[in-house]
């Protein structure tokens, strides 16, 4: 069973960074691509970005609106991909899902807020 | 970029109806194209990958059908389980607005 779990969410202020992990399992890690998605508070979903398998620094493709300020990567040894983001702002605030391989995590909060 | 649309944007529909979502990409994606399911306050689920193939544990009254350009989901008959947001997404890319089915 594939199975996806994030952690890292929580309050960040404006201008400021946060680090979210993914860790796997339940799949061949090193064959799938990863994905990134938020959800605004009563949006709909928004495709972040991913990181295709086979190397940790990438391929990496991103969404318009975080392309510069958040990169994803992933520790092949760890089963775990990693989204740091940067230079937050209060669009950036949502639930923030990993997904891959069938399955969906249960997502983590970030709140960017003063 | 490939935009996603979906109509209709919202369903109203009673338990055994019949029920056609429809989702167009804005250049041709192949059968690149997954559905989500997505209830109140949960995560999204994978309902059907590559446009046709049902997910693993997903009940048989879903399908998926089209390639190119337009791509359709169907409930062949509505459960009460199935009042949810559905949405289409290209390849690990791109969602669309999502679609939600509601009681009549």
């Known amino acids: 069973e594939v199975q996806l779990v994030e952690s890292g969410g929580g309050l960040v202020k404006p201008g400021g960074s946060r680090r979210l992990s993914c860790v796997a399992s339940?799949?061949?890690?090193?064959?799938?691509?990863m994905t990134w998605v938020r959800q605004a508070p009563g949006k709909g979903l928004e495709w972040v970005g991913h990181?295709?398998?086979?190397?940790?620094?990438?391929?990496?493709e991103y969404a318009a609106p975080v392309k510069g300020r958040f990169i994803i990567s992933r520790d092949d040894s760890k089963n775990t991909v990693y989204l740091q983001m940067m230079s937050l702002t209060a669009d950036d605030t949502g639930v923030y899902y990993c997904?891959?391989?069938?399955?969906w995590g249960q997502g983590t909060l970030v709140t960017v807020s003063s | 970029d490939v935009q996603m649309t979906q109509s209709p944007s919202t369903l109203s529909a009673s338990v055994g109806d019949r029920v056609t979502i429809t989702c167009r990409a804005s250049?041709?994606?192949?059968?690149?194209l997954a559905w989500h399911q997505q209830k109140p306050g949960k995560a999204p689920k994978v309902l059907i990958y590559?446009?046709?193939n049902v997910q693993s544990a997903v009940p048989s009254r879903f399908s998926g059908s089209g390639s190119g350009t337009e791509f359709t989901l169907t409930i062949s008959s509505l459960q009460p389980d199935d009042f949810a947001t559905y949405y289409c997404?290209?390849?690990?890319?791109?969602f669309g607005p999502g679609t939600i089915v509601d009681i009549k």
């Open positions: 997904t891959a391989a069938g399955g």
């Open positions: 339940g799949f061949t890690f090193t064959d799938a691509w």
């Open positions: 990181i295709k398998s086979g190397t940790a620094s990438g391929p990496t």
């Open positions: 250049q041709s994606i192949g059968k690149w």
């Open positions: 590559e446009a046709s």
């Open positions: 997404q290209y390849h690990d890319r791109y």
